[in-house]
């Protein structure tokens, strides 16, 4: 299973939710439309956050100024006279556009097939042929977007192109020109690090390495990571993820618990002044533990850019430190000795 819930984020910081919800929904038909090596992802995922404008729109917007007019389509608008009865006015400008060509054969045909959908999908032809003719809105949705976008992809052997490496090649098959190709270029440079980067965090994680977020980032807790993993298997320390590392990382025995930490684990509490000069007796190392996780999970929401993930980050980092506050409750309270001595007046505190 692609790991869309990182991926997505780490090349699109702002996409939206919805889609990224929608992309690990539709995983089994990506799959089964052959997007399964990194190669493959990377530029699919590439084409449609140039489409999309960084996976946040599904819809063509067709709001412009007649300069703008101008400069796009020069050969229907030669001047800004002829312009400006379109400027500000999309429907009009969509039948200006595409009516009488891409299929589009009836009065509004412009409009009601405009570009969208996750590669922008445009015109009567090509929306029948995405299998939407009958009900255009569903494919400027989220679930349609990304069906339209597959059912292109493998009618137009995209997936050859993807093998190849050739981006150019293959933004012309998806935009008909190289408009965006620059942008795209960026996309599926961030893209190739994420598939790369993602997979090796996660085994770092695993050993128990200080990696921090599983995030695609190559921060600087990533490198030191994997600085010491170089440095245990006599690789050049480098702290980059070369081949060589990574094949290392196969094989890699996690970083020993320091005795300390065993020893504290395996206590069912934190004792006396071993958590706050013993001020915190009754929270387990487990409840530090899934609080910090529930933590992490919670920037992971808050860095996705939305007001959505800010308001589900906040709920969660609100309700780890109640729970938190509960078991300290549980336990009467207790704080440390020298704060009880200090402040003897604490409503419910005992030391």
């Known amino acids: 299973m692609t790991d869309w819930k990182r991926i997505l984020p780490a090349v699109a910081p702002h996409a939206r939710a919805d889609l990224v919800a929608a992309f690990t929904a539709a995983d089994d038909r990506i799959a089964a439309a052959e997007i399964i090596t990194p190669l493959r992802i990377a530029h699919f995922v590439a084409q449609v956050a140039t489409e999309t404008g960084g996976l946040t729109h599904l819809e063509e917007s067709l709001f412009y100024t007649a300069e703008r007019l101008c400069s796009v389509w020069p050969k229907r608008f030669p001047s800004l006279a002829a312009a400006k009865p379109y400027a500000g006015n999309p429907k009009a400008l969509a039948e200006k556009v595409y009516g009488g060509r891409l299929g ?117 807790r990533t490198t030191a990571s994997l600085q010491l993993l170089q440095k245990k298997a006599g690789l050049p320390v480098t702290g980059e993820l070369d081949d060589d590392t990574l094949a290392a990382l196969d094989t890699a025995d996690a970083l020993p618990v320091a005795a300390k930490d065993a020893n504290l684990a395996r206590s069912r509490t934190v004792q006396g002044g071993t958590l706050a000069a013993g001020g915190a ?71």
């Open 104 to 220: 589009n054969v009836k009065p509004g045909d412009g409009w009601r097939y405009r570009g969208g959908g996750a590669l922008q999908t445009t015109g009567r032809a090509n929306y029948r042929a995405a299998g939407f003719e009958a009900d255009p809105d569903k494919l400027r949705a989220p679930t349609g977007a990304i069906a339209a976008a597959l059912t292109f992809w493998a009618d137009h052997d995209c997936n050859a192109l993807a093998d190849a490496d050739d981006v150019a090649t293959l933004r012309r098959r998806v935009n008909g020109g190289e408009t965006g190709l620059g942008e795209c270029r960026a996309y599926l440079a961030k893209a190739k690090a994420a598939l790369r980067v993602i997979p090796a965090q996660a085994k770092l994680k695993a050993l128990r390495y200080p990696v921090g977020a599983v995030d695609g980032t190559h921060g600087d």
């Open 281 to 351: 007796a009754g929270v387990t190392v487990g409840d530090i533990v899934a609080l910090k996780d529930q933590i992490d999970d919670a920037n992971g929401h808050i860095q996705a850019g939305t007001v959505l993930g800010v308001v589900v980050g906040g709920l969660i980092i609100v309700g780890a430190l109640y729970a938190l506050y509960a078991r300290w409750d549980e336990a009467g309270r207790p704080v440390p000795e020298i704060l009880a001595r200090r402040f003897p007046r604490l409503t419910g505190a005992c030391a």
